[in-house]
């Protein structure tokens, strides 16, 4: 439990960061809440030479909805979002999962970029951030770019993010009359991470369900959407046995892992029963 | 009322004089220790569970800037191995222990092959990625049973099929013929499994070496100073006990792990003796989780039986009891006398016997953790007590009930190898748990439910355990191979201030604070006024230290014996002042007057005073109030009660709310209700957190597969209910306080309760029994299995 030797540098901005990023090259790492890094370097399993915080860094910070997006700065901490009256307002579903994600002492320091980047297997968010079908703004060396949600994880902790790139800001939609979005979660008794999280956003019009996200995490190596779940809510009314019938479709084309508290069998039926948790309050939430 | 009623310490709820220290970041823990030129130890651990080693080469980590020195087992053979103090049922020969680093062979994941000595800590961490270790893999064994099995690996040359030792209590032939011969017999196989203790505070050592005198310094965050000194020099340095002084900085948390003597401590002497500087060694968590010593780990075969209408006649037991890859101090008696001598719980049962194989197996040691051997007896009979109600068809209640050991049969002989139970008066104690919870109406709402498609079970446990083990002969008898006595001195300063020190140390229990409740009634004196020094074998007569549940019991009866013979020479100094007959003396409210003249006295302050400068002692007498007790008791105590939960479970998912909590308890006398129940609660969330949470996995391959606390589901207080705690008090006859001991007894009531509770949810499902911890998704598996 003790890191290797390392150098630490403290950016007070992106540009700064990016500049310590170019200068250190392959071996430096950006720390934010230190909460998944950390862990990880003492044990060894990571070894930065040069870590570049960015927990300070102004222009990561700031929650902002404009028009149909709320736009949270990926330095934001869990407990901020969760306490912002205008993620609560907007976008719900993002205050409700941050809320839940470990214990205080991790929504204190964990941010909304951190967990992105880092794409944990059973991260909360990962899922949230698919089924909104979000977006992040990255910045390097070389200028901006969007990644959509949907090309963000790309593996078990990898995702498109370049190693010279930073998250700056997390968009997702605001959820507007006639749309719900919720997040389902079965906690691991120790860490409180998902053993299986299922985040679902729903439109309806008319009494039908018009289009659907639904997304998995925690159960497998990636937070994955279920796209047979979504084809088949679209045009039901959403009732308790649409999401059901719906949701039983969810989870047979992933692959899982297994632990010691939740074998693969398990991790497949509750993908299922909380698929039907989400879809459902999702549902009664766009019906207003 | 009397003013003396009015200011009575004893049986008020006073906060612990322990925690302002404490809470306010003042605390001295070992790893705030610093000495001058101190270095720091890091441990290179095994990766394989069992493995020759063929070589180590440690040079390129001595060549690693401000590496001190690297050690390897064969370096420290001048000393011994850590020795085994209770090494029960008799031993053939194949008593085997661990050496401060490993020689020649691994055989556990996690145990030492080199020591790295540093300037600093991250240096010594560095390093040991520098040394090479070439090993050669061996066949592993994890499972208790299966480590008896022909063709298993075996850990030790002297110990044939890994048996450490064969032991049996009760009578196996009646016990046989009342099995063959009953009308009904029900029969299980339970799982106790292996769990980390887990204190806040990881264990660790610091040793100091002065060469002018040979005097080493021990600091380690120890429940047993005493032992530990006594251990470490008779045993593994072979120098005379003198020439160590042991101290214990606060602790925190021990849970019986840091009973022990372990290899840090003497890896930590040797290497502060050979570099005459001092080391440091403080375990991380996972090294904690690897290395320091786990609990439980029984694999039990078990058949109650009886007769139709609910009566038990025979209770046989054949328990396999893995005690880890060598013996850690008192693991044997734990296994066995701790163990085996109260599986019949508080039934009165004619034919018992019971078998336990205690094995060797490639895990870590395991030995003593809070309850020691009795939440393993009384989870047993608490599931058969179950199994044979439903068998039956009877309320368990009833069947409990029934099968009670009666009041007027106390003290009670078990027929299992203890002295009697002291006393006990189960029945009260069920009846206030069973309407503090509503019991009649809780079954209807149970059914009512039912018809809904909802799950709630309703857990009974009544319990009794064994506190502050004695007297000493007994414990012997049981091949425990020191003392079970206790020590106070109590000293009369001269400004009237007491001052006690203890063989008992808390690390949690309160111990300040009841002990100076105590002598402040007992001298009348302002509980301010009382200190309590512990924890450093300079300073404080010898003792056994605290675990057990055994510090009120036997240590406070020390001390409180020592009051007394303080307050016998303040009588006889109080008649020579007053030119009275000492018989004539009466000790009270903090003051000693003449029989039937409350005018003629002194107080408590004079005679201290004047005995404290002791120029016109009456004849023959010493000057100061200075009295000390070695308390041997004549037996043990034997506090009991009920457990009733109730859950829920959610048959979708196999969730499990755990409603409600009720506790009825007799501890004997209390001194203290807050710190009584700080310690009930306690322990009842490490009892919920065995049958819900907390499992030690070892692979196959030997690789400890929970250990870190991201795996190891230690539960917070969000994830625990309220509890109701009540109490009967029928007060211990064993010593003058009269009380029993509470340290335990939330740990030994619950598990059993919380399990019996979710079998009883899950009984419209067919289910029988559930291993622990009950999982959801094992809870999810039954209720899907037999649908
Ligand atoms: C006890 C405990 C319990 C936890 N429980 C949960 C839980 O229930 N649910 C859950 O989802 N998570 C949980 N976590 C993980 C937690 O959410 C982490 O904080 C999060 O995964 C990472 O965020 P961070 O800011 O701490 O990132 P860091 O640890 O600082 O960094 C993680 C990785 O992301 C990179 N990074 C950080 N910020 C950026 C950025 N802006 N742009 C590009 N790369 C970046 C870093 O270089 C690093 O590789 C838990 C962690 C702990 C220690």
Redesign the interface.
Known sequence: ??P??FQYVKANSVAEALVLLQQHGEDAKLVAGGHSLL?AMK??LSQPTVLIDIAAANDLKGIAVNGNTLSIGAGETYHAIASSAAVKRTCAIVADCVGQIG?IQVRNAGTIGGALAHADPAADLTAVFLALGGSVSVASASGTRQIAADDMFVAMLTTALDSGEIITTVHVPVIGAGQGASYAK?K????R?AIVGVAAMVSMSGGKITSARVAVTGAGPQAVRQTATEQALIGTDGGDAASKAAASKAGDDMDYLG?????EE?RR??VK?YAARAISAAVAQARG | MTAEATTRMVGRALKRREDPQLITGHGNFLDDVKLNGMTHA?VLRSPYAHARIRSINTSKAKALPGVVAVYVGTDMTDVNPLPCAWPAGGFKNNLNTPRAIAVDVVRFAGEAVAVVIAED??IA??AL?LIDVDYEPLAVVVDPEKATHPGAPQLHENAPNNIVVEWNAGNRDSTNAAVANAQVVVKERIVNQRLMPTPMETRGSIASYESSTGEFTLWSSSQAPHVHRLLLTAFVFGIPETKLRVIAPNVGGGFGQKIFVYQDMVFCMWAARKLGRPVKFVE???ENFKSSSHGRDHVTDVEICGTRDGRVTGLRIKTYAGLGAYLSTIAPGVATTLYGRIVTGVYKIPNVSIDVIATYTNTAMVDAYRGAGRPEASYLIERMMDRWAAELGMDPAEVRRINFIQPHEFPYNNGLGLLPYDSGNYAPALDKALATIGYADMRREQAELRKQGRYLGIGISSYVEICGVAPTAWANGQGWGAGLWESANVRIHLTGQVVVTTGSLPHGQGVETTFAQIVADELGVPYDNVLIEHSDTAGTPFGYGTYGSRSLAVGGTAMVKSVQKIKEKAKRLAAHLLEANPDDMVFADGKVHVKGSPDKSKTFGEIALYASVGASMPNGEEPFLDETTYYDPPNCTFPFGTHICIVEVTP??GAIELKRYVGVDDVGNIINPLIVHGQLHGGIAQGIAQA??E?A?YDDNGQL??GT????????AA?LPNYEIDHTVTPSPVNPLGVKGAGEAGTIGSAQCVMNAIIDALSPFGVQHMQMPA???RV??AMHAHK
């Not at chain 2, 606390?709 to 917070?716: G, I, S």
């Open positions: 439990m003790i290797a030797a862990p044990l060894r214990d079965l691991h008794p120790a860490s991470y632990d010691i508290h939740a074998s398990y039926a509750m029963v | 890091a800590r991250y961490r560095d990625d991380d968590r996972s979708e998912t819900l949470f499992q996995v597969l929970s606390l991201m795996d190891y589901a230690v539960p917070t994830m999982t959801p998704e999810w598996k």
